[in-house]
Each structure stands twice: as structure tokens, then as C-alpha cells.
């Protein structure tokens, strides 16, 4: 993201914006096995998000560490009935998602595990 402040009274013109970062990327396949197969209705998934570092101040005066997570995902679907298991931050990664100063930086969500049952009708 080719982002910059264009106009600031702060002196900040110039720099890029706080929480902004230059590069973001991701990846995600999912996979559901058809009618046939012994594995007919489970589905899995997976995927990977990466976020560049970025400064948490429009002065650009500190930058935080870039950060790469993965995510996955089961599921099995009958009838009109689908249950799912959902998976992010796997490797229970610790890294700085936001910032309000220099000394208050916060931290993103360690690993996160949520169990969905849906009905379709």
C-alpha cells in the first residue's frame, strides 16, 4: 500500500501514516470432498496472512516487527446441518497489532479456536 500523509500542520507531510504497513498478503485454500468419496461432506482449509511492519506514529518515529500467522479450518457437512472448527494464529504467535504512543503498543490475539453449528433452510 503506497500510502503517505499529504498534508499535516504536525510536520508529518511525507511519511507514511501510523498502523499502515507497505506490504499485506493472504493465502487460504479450502478443500471439501464430494459425494463418492468415503470423506463425503468433511471440508478442511488452511491459510497464512502476513502484515509488514508499520510505524504506530505519523511522525514514523518507531516501527513495529512484521508478522506472519497461520489459520486453519475443519468442517462436515449433512443434510442442512454444517459444524466447523476454525483455527487462527496457530503457532500462538505473539505480535504488536495496533499502537496508540511509544509506550502503548498492543499486543493482537494469541491463538484462537471457535466451534460453529450451523442449520440451512
Known amino acids: 500500500m503506497d500510502a503517505e500523509i ?3 500542520n504536525g510536520g508529518s507531510q511525507g511519511n507514511r501514516p501510523a498502523l499502515v504497513p507497505e506490504h499485506m498478503a493472504n493465502l487460504w485454500g479450502q478443500y471439501r470432498f ?3 468419496s468415503r470423506l463425503a461432506g468433511f471440508g478442511l482449509g488452511g491459510g497464512v496472512r ?3 511492519n508499520f510505524y ?3 511522525a514514523n518515529a518507531y516501527r513495529t516487527p512484521s508478522v506472519t500467522l497461520f ?5 462436515y457437512e ?3 446441518y454444517k459444524v466447523s472448527v476454525n483455527g487462527s494464529n496457530l503457532a500462538d504467535k ?6 496508540t504512543g511509544a509506550n502503548y503498543c498492543y499486543y493482537g490475539p494469541g491463538r484462537t479456536v471457535i466451534a460453529n453449528l450451523a442449520y440451512r433452510w
Open 78 to 80: 449433512w443434510d442442512r
Open 71 to 75: 489459520d486453519a479450518s475443519v468442517s
Open 56 to 58: 504506530g506514529d505519523n
Open 94 to 99: 505473539e505480535y504488536v497489532s495496533s499502537c
Open 34 to 36: 464430494q459425494e463418492g
Open 6 to 8: 499529504t498534508s499535516d
Open 50 to 52: 502476513y502484515m509488514g
